[in-house]
């Protein structure tokens, strides 16, 4: 029996075994809840605008906020995806959503985009920026257009959202609440996305800067970072093929891939006045995963209990150093 166990725990070692498989099976314990959390009538006279509100993550927090009362303004490259998802919204939940064309990386663009956010709607009082691009690369194989496409996506694009609204926000004295989505490695970085990780750091050490910054002027800024959560855009740049899902969500403690309107229930939580002193805050939403991959000793989770009980037979049976 011992000697079976010990081939067992070699033969998982030597990586036979899934190394990230737990021994118990997941049971279910975290479904989610989809519906809206807050009040009905949270942002009841209130303006949103959400950077990459057409698909994706950034149309479920639309989805939510819309239903919460808010009137939405969606803003990215694509208008017809944009006018699509805007009437979809505005049928569904009563409240107008408002299209406009908007290139993050240009900064005259940026500037007009909230000209005529202005003239629609007045300045917003919440600010999602949620816009961003990404693929999988090795970074031997990334050209510098390739590189400084992201970087001007996520970041430069983040910055020109962030200081042009700021700026007029400022000159009205009006408050207003800014958020940041990132991601998980934006804090530890990560392989085979460069760009992003660096974008995304720097994201949140905007966000972080500004938080202390402008909260004289009623401002605050707060950052999610987001885990797996499955949408066409990121999905189809990040794992082509399927390969790599299973793998990661067996190292998700919860066992299985958010959902976008769980992040837009959090979102919309730290968006409203219930949040009103929450500001520099990072929020990892990840089901676990950050934690689960970090722990130096995680994988003892593939250890059955016979496998257990061999190895605290041999720790006890050790006498001194
Ligand atoms: C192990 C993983 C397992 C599972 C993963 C499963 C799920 C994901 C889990 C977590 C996700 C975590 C974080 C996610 C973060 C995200 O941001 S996801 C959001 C993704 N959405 C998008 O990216 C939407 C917008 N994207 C785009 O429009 C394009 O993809 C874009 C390339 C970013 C920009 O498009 P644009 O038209 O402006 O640019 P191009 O002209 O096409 O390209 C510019 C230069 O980049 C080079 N390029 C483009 N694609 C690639 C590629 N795949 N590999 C290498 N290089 C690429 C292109 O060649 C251009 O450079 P040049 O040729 O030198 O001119
Ligand atoms: N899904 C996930 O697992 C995770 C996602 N995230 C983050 O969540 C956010 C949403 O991602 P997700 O919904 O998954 O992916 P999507 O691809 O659906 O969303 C990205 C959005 O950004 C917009 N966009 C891209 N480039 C520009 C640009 N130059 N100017 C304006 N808008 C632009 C796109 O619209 P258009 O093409 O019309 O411009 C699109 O609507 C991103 O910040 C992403 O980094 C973070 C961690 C995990």
Redesign the pocket.
Known sequence: MTDHVCLQLQSWLHGSAGLWSSSLPQTGFFPPLENAMLLSGTFNNRVALITGGGTGLGRAMTVTLSQLGAQCIIASRKLEVLQQTAEEISSQTGNKVHAVQCDVRDPQAVSQCIDQMEALTGLPDVIINNA??????PSE??????WQ??ID??LNGTAFVTLELGKRLIQKQKGASFLAIT?I?AESGSGF?AP?ASAKAGVEALYKSLAAEWGRYGHRFNIIQP??IR?K???S???PTGA??K??IDRIPTGRLGKPAELANLVAYMSSDYASWMSGAVIRFDGGEYVSIAGEFNELRSVTPDQWKVMEAMIRKTKGS
């Open positions: 961003a691009g990404n693929f999988v690369c194989r990334l050209s510098p257009n390739a496409t992201v996506i996520v991601t490695y996305v992003s885990g797996p949408t855009g990121a999905f740049r990040m794992d790599f899902e793998v990661k």
